[in-house]
């Protein structure tokens, strides 16, 4: 059975404990007491901790903070509070030298009870008996120092009893990981060698049902043992740290024992309490994680990236390619994501102030306004759009990374990432605020020469006025090769396999009826419907990039009437192809799930996109009938949000009314036996042999709440997006002004969403993208969710079921 946490305070289980938390001399003057008959004199006492507090700051670091240094961030409130406890025994000793022996109490008990604050009489009355009266109650309790000592032995011993079995559980989920991990290994290895006798037999390869040639399956069942020996690892980390939790409180056991008998003069803290404590919690049996350290190392070597290797958990890992854990540097690693997380707040604060700076440039009155030209100032804004979309979009990478991080979200494992790689959010944050630095720079320095005329103008008369200058063309030419070379500039993080990964899974959305959809590629397509607006910039900064420069009059007034340079074909043939591809990829991506699955919902889905399509094929064809428009846009949005809050994120009303941890209502199976973990599964199950699992939600039932309201308004400006920007506003600022805004906003909604979609189907697997049945707990992440809020991260099985 649990215990109640330990939050800083003395547990509140006894009357006298939390007398003993509370009570302080002025209290106390005046009551009563016995000198205790063993302990050693107040002068002596006093000075032999006089002596003791001079020599200790010429001495070592104190035990107190050595355990504040040493203890794990995610596990602070579980140790033993040696601080509080040393603090008690200071009172206790107070009391005793403020009592004398020879002088009585003139007051009774009760009357001595009476005159305690009223906290205490209220914390007392906790551990009354049902059939004690309250008067019987606190007559019974007297005041002195015995009482308060046996008090703070029974808290100290329901401490170590506690912290014994934390580290029991801990043990115990540790083991149970480690069960699910050794018949998944057993079920590989089985698999690997069927799979080598069968390679032997017949080399030929397979083709799918349609004819459709398909690659070898060697690489996922690769990544498969790679996420295996990665949980093993993570295991071994645990166990690793559990010890040290152990054996932290161990010491700190020995170290306030050790003060109690210096401190009131006994010898029964090391004599008696000591060895009996360590018995009963079990914390000097380092047999226990002796054997987990030997399961760990046999589990080790069943995969075949160790084939032949006889050594620790953490070589495997390193053998593997799969890195070094941070084990025994969570302190370091929280240090650091504390000192990240300042900076980038620190970044992009001065990046806001920064924008606004760009904003007062902009309102401030130009020089020469009679040459000035607001529509040849804006005709190189779609160059820096797409460069915005670009930086915009690998900060909400960052952030969607950093979000799953820390609310415990395997993103790595549900999109099928190769384990190896070590992109973190760190990377994408340092490659968005890299390109934004450049783009605040080099945007701001356009506007202010422009509208100051800085730089002298160049082939003036070859252009629209004779402030027209073909040398304004090299701050969006400048801005976007740097861009370009960001992003194919060798890095030794993110590799150029990673990289090829990305392309290969857009080529695969691309081509969505020709192979089988995952998760992964499930993501892209939604990725790419967000991105149809930005990818619709593209064509205009091609066109202004390949235009005549200075720019002519005849561009300059196409720009304030179309809102780019490009011609009448583009307009009426490319954008909208460009704006309605993406919904036919994810179209097309639901045919072929309702192909493989047979599950109705795929053609519900399927139903959505046509949806949308149909914005875009309305808008462009009939761009002069409103009403229509506004019909279509409506029922295309209405559909997408209910379907994103409802089946994207799992959302019904009863999740959104139920606390954290509390939302999901599909059925725990009875036993773990019944989840089917063989990776031979195909996955291609129907929905109703498909086991649902009940998992806990990641995030509180008000965040949930938050998110669909905003999707829905985002929705509601996603809909212009897909529609000739002419339609909405005639203004041309107004235009550009809500071109950017509208694609940002449904750049920071997909991440949003993203991230809830990520987390659901990782709880639940509601689409059935994997054929496996569980997630690697990301036990290394620092800064996870406190566990005095829930359960220790060790009592979940790593192979959720």
């Not at 001079?54 to 040493?70: D, I």
């Not at 995610?74 to 140790?79: I, N, Q, S, T």
């Not at 906290?119 to 009354?128: K, N, P, V, Y």
């Not at 969607?400 to 991080?405: E, F, I, P, Q």
């Amino acid at each position: 059975s649990s215990r109640p946490r330990f939050s800083g305070k003395l547990p509140q289980h006894s009357a006298v404990a939390t007398t003993a938390v509370v009570v302080s001399r002025r209290h106390v003057g005046g009551v009563g007491g016995a000198d205790l008959s063993s302990g050693i004199s107040c002068r002596q006492a006093r000075t032999t901790d006089g002596w003791r507090a001079r020599a200790g700051k010429r001495g070592a670091m104190k035990f107190g903070k050595q355990l504040e240094e040493y203890e794990q961030p995610e596990w602070r409130g579980h140790y033993i509070n040696y601080k509080h406890f040393k603090q008690r025994l200071q009172e206790i000793k107070a009391l005793t030298c403020s009592t004398p022996p020879s002088t009585p109490s003139l007051r009774t008990p009760l009357q001595q009870n009476r005159s305690r604050p009223a906290a205490i009489l209220d914390a007392m009355r906790l551990s009354r008996s049902p059939g004690q009266s309250r008067a019987d109650f606190e007559e019974g309790i007297p005041l002195t120092a015995e009482s308060l000592t046996l008090e703070w032995r029974q808290c100290l011993e329901a401490e170590a009893i506690r912290v014994g079995d934390f580290v029991q559980r801990g043990l115990e989920g540790l083991e149970a990981q480690l069960r699910d991990l050794d018949k998944m290994s057993q079920k590989l290895y089985r698999k690997r060698n069927k799979t080598a006798c069968l390679a032997r037999a017949n080399s030929s390869c397979s083709e799918d049902e349609s004819g459709v040639r398909v690659a070898d399956d060697g690489e996922a069942e690769e990544f498969l043992e790679l996420r295996v020996l990665e949980a093993v690892g993570l295991v071994a980390e645990g166990g690793r740290r559990l010890r040290s939790f152990a054996e932290l409180n161990h010491a700190a056991l020995y170290k306030i024992l050790k003060k109690h008998d210096k401190v009131l003069g006994y010898k029964l803290g090391l004599g008696e309490l000591f060895p009996r404590l360590v018995g009963e919690t079990q914390l000097s049996d380092t047999a226990r994680f002796d054997a987990l350290d030997t399961e760990l190392r046999r589990l080790s070597l069943l995969s075949s990236q160790t084939e032949g290797l006889d050594a620790s958990a953490e070589v495997a890992r390193l053998a593997a390619g799969l890195g070094m854990s941070k084990a025994g540097t969570v302190g370091a690693s929280a240090v650091g994501a504390r000192h990240t997380e300042l900076v980038l707040s620190f970044f992009l604060g001065c990046s806001t102030a920064l924008f606004l700076c760009i904003g007062v440039l902009l309102a401030l009155p130009e020089a020469s306004p009679k040459s000035f030209s607001t529509a040849y100032f804006l005709t190189p804004m779609p160059v820096f759009r797409v460069v915005f979309s670009v930086l915009l979009t690998l900060w909400c990478m960052g952030a969607v990374a950093r979000t799953c991080d820390k609310a415990d979200i395997n993103h790595m494992f549900i999109l099928n990432i190769d384990p190896r790689c070590r992109v973190s959010p760190d990377f994408f944050f340092s490659r968005a605020a890299t390109l934004t630095t450049l783009w605040i720079l080099i945007f701001g320095m356009y506007v202010v020469d422009y509208k100051w005329r800085v730089v002298p103008a160049i082939w003036a008369e070859r252009g629209y006025n004779k402030r027209s200058s073909v040398h304004f063309l090299l701050y969006p030419v400048i801005l976007l090769t740097l861009t370009l070379v960001g992003m194919i500039w060798p890095s030794r993080i993110c590799r150029s396999r990673y990289k090829g990964s990305v392309l290969r899974a857009v080529a695969r959305t691309a081509a969505a009826p020709m192979y089988v959809v995952d998760f992964a590629d499930n993501i892209v397509g939604d990725i790419l419907t967000s991105l149809a607006k930005p990818l619709q910039d593209v064509p205009a900064a091609i066109c202004y990039l390949a235009s005549s420069h200075p720019q002519p009059e005849e561009l300059v007034e196409r720009f304030a009437m179309k809102g780019d340079t490009c011609g009448t074909n583009t307009h009426h043939v490319l954008l909208p192809i460009i704006g309605g591809l993406p919904y036919v990829f994810r179209a097309m991506q639901c045919l072929r799930r309702f192909r493989d699955t047979r599950e109705t919902r795929n053609l519900w889905n399927f139903g959505k996109y046509i949806a949308s399509l149909s914005v875009v094929i309305v808008s462009s064809v009939w761009y002069d009938n409103m009403p229509v428009i506004a019909v279509v846009s409506a029922i295309a949005t209405v559909y997408a949000g209910i379907w994103d809050v409802c089946l994207d994120w799992g959302l019904g009303w009863h999740e959104l009314k139920m606390c954290r941890h509390k939302c999901d209502k599909t059925r725990r199976p009875s036993s773990r036996s019944e989840v089917d973990i063989t990776p031979e599964s195909n996955g291609k199950g129907d929905r109703k042999n498909r086991v649902q699992v009940n998992h806990e939600r990641h995030f509180p039932a008000r965040l949930y709440w938050l998110c669909s309201v905003l999707d829905l308004m985002a929705r509601s400006t996603w809909v212009l997006t897909l529609m000739p920007i002419t339609i909405v506003s005639r203004n041309i600022v107004g235009r550009v002004i809500l071109v950017s805004v509208i694609s940002s906003v449904e750049i920071l909604r997909r991440s949003m969403w993203a991230v809830l979609r990520i987390e659901h189907e990782q709880v639940a697997n509601a689409s059935g993208f994997r054929a496996l049945l569980w997630v690697p707990s990301k036990l290394h992440v620092v800064g996870r969710r406190s566990t005095t809020q829930r359960t220790s991260s060790l009592r979940e099985p790593l192979l959720d079921s």
